[in-house]
């Protein structure tokens, strides 16, 4: 697994992390939709994981998830998966701009994608943030980037905070491009007494 500090926030990314069988994929694409703009389905359920089929995939995701928080994050507080779900885009669809709300990890896998873009923005780069610059870019870096643009295929898994905005590219094939989402939380005890900061979820 790679990781792309962008402005310090660890975006962790696999291509062909994880394999689905043929029945964890027929599970997916039979999930009931519903069309939230053209091209551009979610599912009812945003539990979708809890579904048997998945066990496998769910028990990766959140594994993934826990390591991210483990040996990324490096803290010790513990999480528990939220939420889940599937959308389904067919061609010309994309995700538009937004993050996860009550989300402090977010996972997206991809199902099935023949390739595009996750993009991240993190609204005013580096060098933005002390004076608000308008400079001409020679090369796009981590540091002079408002966007950044990380290619997906099938098999891709990323983590990052749910709070970082993020869209896609529009889905430019006519395979559907089919993806699991999933959010997680921090549960138990929070901060110390000693700092004031004693908070129990």
């Keep these: 697994m790679e990781t792309l500090n962008l402005k310090a926030i660890p975006i962790c990314y696999e291509k062909n992390a994880y394999h689905l069988t043929e029945k964890e994929f027929n599970i997916i694409l039979n999930i009931k939709y519903r069309e939230s703009e053209k091209g551009f389905f979610l599912s009812e359920s945003c539990s979708v994981l ?22 990324i994050l490096e803290i010790k507080d513990k999480i528990y998966l939220t939420q889940s779900w599937s959308t389904f885009n067919k061609k010309n669809a994309f995700h538009a701009p937004h993050n996860h709300p009550n989300s402090f990890i977010s996972v997206v896998y991809y199902a099935q994608c023949d390739k595009g873009f996750l ?9 933005q943030e002390g004076l608000n610059l308008d400079y001409t870019i020679d090369k796009f870096n981590i ?4 966007t950044w643009d990380l290619p997906v295929q099938s098999g891709s898994l990323v983590l990052f905070p749910g709070h970082v905005w993020h869209k896609s ?33």
């Design 50 to 71: 809890q579904d048997k089929g998945l066990i496998n995939l769910k028990k990766f995701l959140v594994q993934k998830a826990k390591n991210y928080v483990k040996n």
């Design 119 to 127: 993009v991240f923005d993190v609204r005013a780069s580096t060098l």
């Design 143 to 146: 540091y002079n980037s408002q």
């Design 169 to 201: 590219s529009p889905h430019l094939s006519v395979t559907p491009r089919v993806l699991i989402g999933a959010n997680f939380f921090i549960e138990g005890k929070l901060g110390t007494e000693k700092n004031v900061s004693i908070l129990k979820i």
